[in-house]
């Protein structure tokens, strides 16, 4: 028997960058969180120790300062394929690269003579997000095993109330799998965007009844809850060609009003109108999964003190809480095997 190297990547986690786009007095601020991974041939570093073709790190790190200085930012996805461009077929022994970029809200600050032009307050909690994989290996890597969380902003990690996707990830630990060159829909590139920490609530339009009265059941049925969640979803691009700002930007808007209007009989059937929606208007996506935890409101009890609670007063429990997930597709056109490898969390 022999012991033998498995899949690897390496680079540089969670590099924060803030870049401020001075053209014009109204400067607009882009607020990133950076992972850079580098796939290919690094047998020797592993086993020898031998590091020449090991681009540092610190590198990585510093390409991402340099790229976005020499060429700004656009889009994440955008600056992912240029970050990823940079090093797969530059450097013979980098065939891929994974660059899964996070991106913060800020607002302009409203004065009395309206948005100001250089002062910022932190926005929603919502982060956008993307995945970029490239070239041979890039789809094969493994999901972020491990990764620490605690500087990193990403509000769906530590949290019980935002939906913690990562830890039902048994599908991405493909932890040893060979590399290999899946192909993408985009040729060896690949996108899949998304956004998490998307908290919403309705205080009334939702039911759940009807579910089996098996042993140990205590739910009462109930034809009047409020229902709210912390939507994390990702979707894949099909295509490359897109304004990917504004395909967010409507993609957002398509979850928040189907959460709004879809009359609830079930957090599942949310879920679904959801995704199947953003499918429909949005022909370069290709499959949307959506990880939705339900942050459970209790009617609380208020009759020892003669007052009714005509679902008026609420305990949000924190812990423990439903968590439902899916994919949503189409089933004429699936993405390639191999597509989701490497994007923690999901189902
Ligand atoms: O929308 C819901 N789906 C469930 O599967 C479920 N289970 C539960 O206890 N409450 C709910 N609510």
New binding site residues.
């Given amino acids: 028997m022999a012991i033998v190297l498995g899949t690897n990547r390496y680079g540089k986690a969670e590099v924060r960058l803030v870049h401020v786009d001075r053209t014009t007095p109204v400067h607009v601020i882009t607020d990133l969180n950076v992972t850079s991974q580098l796939i290919g041939d690094f047998a020797d570093t592993h086993l020898t120790g031998a590091n020449d073709k090991v681009i540092a790190t610190d590198t990585q790190k510093n390409t991402i300062y340099a790229l976005a200085r020499r060429d700004g930012i656009g889009a994440i996805e955008e600056f992912g394929l240029r970050l990823a461009r940079n090093y797969v077929g530059t450097y013979a022994y980098v065939t891929g690269a994974r660059m899964e970029i996070e991106q913060y809200a800020w607002d302009r600050i409203q004065t009395a003579d309206g948005p100001h032009d250089h002062s910022f307050t932190r926005g929603p909690a919502t982060v956008r997000t993307t995945v970029v994989k490239k070239g041979t290996g890039a789809s094969a890597a493994t999901g972020d095993v491990g990764r620490a969380s605690a500087a990193t902003g990403d509000v769906g990690r530590a949290s019980a109330a935002t939906g913690d996707v990562g830890r039902a990830s048994a599908a991405t630990g493909d932890v040893g799998r060979a590399s290999v060159a899946t192909p993408g829909l985009n040729g060896d590139e690949t996108v899949i965007s998304g956004v998490s920490g998307l908290i919403v609530l309705k205080s009334t339009g939702s039911e759940?009844h009807g579910?089996p009265d098996v042993p140990y059941t205590s739910?009462v049925e109930t034809d009047d809850r409020v229902?709210a969640t912390s939507v994390t979803s990702r979707w894949v691009y099909n295509t490359l060609e897109v304004d990917f700002d504004s395909v967010f930007a409507s993609v957002k808007a398509i979850l928040l009003e189907q959460f709004a209007v879809v009359h609830?009989l079930?957090?599942?059937q949310t879920l679904f109108a959801m995704g199947r929606s953003v499918l429909e208007a949005h022909p370069q996506i290709s499959e949307i999964r959506l990880s939705m935890p339900?942050l459970h409101h209790f009617v609380v009890d208020l009759g020892k003190w003669d007052l009714d609670n005509p679902n008026m007063v609420f305990y949000a429990a924190d812990r423990p809480y439903?968590l439902?997930e899916a994919a949503v597709v189409r089933d004429d056109a699936p993405v390639p095997p191999g597509t989701w490898d490497g994007v923690a969390g999901f189902v």
Avoid: D
């Fill in positions: 759940f579910f739910l229902m609830s079930s957090l599942q339900n439903g439902i």
